[in-house]
């Protein structure tokens, strides 16, 4: 499958072939299934935070025993990984100096 250019905004969760406005915060290149893949990590964060929401108006329940926050970020940390393997060298060099990599098996 063939790989395009695509610019991606992770905190609209914007994937995108067509540069615009501020969706060029990372820039990767990746087939439609890749895509489909980075996608769904967003979907998820967006999912796991609806849920904290939620859990959010629950006082008694600390938020560091939240099962929701741990999933949005770990799905933030996949996707960040998935941006790295895909991206172009600013995008690589970027997430590198962030220190968002982890050693962990996907």
């Known amino acids: ?5 695509f610019y991606v905004n992770i905190g609209t969760g914007e ?4 540069p615009y406005s501020n969706n060029d915060g990372y820039v ?5 299934d890749e895509v489909r893949m980075l996608r769904a990590k967003f979907e998820n964060m967006h999912g796991a935070s609806f ?3 939620w859990r959010s108006h629950v006082p008694i329940k600390p938020y560091h025993e939240d099962e929701a926050n741990d999933d949005y970020d770990d799905n933030m940390a996949e996707a960040f990984e998935l941006l790295h393997e895909w991206g172009d060298e600013q995008t690589k060099s ?8 982890s050693d962990r098996p996907r």
């Open 1 to 5: 499958m063939e790989k395009k250019k």
């Open 51 to 53: 849920r904290a929401f």
């Open 28 to 32: 990767i290149h990746a087939t439609e």
């Open 15 to 18: 994937i995108s072939q067509i």
């Open 94 to 101: 970027h997430i590198q100096s962030l220190g968002l990599l």
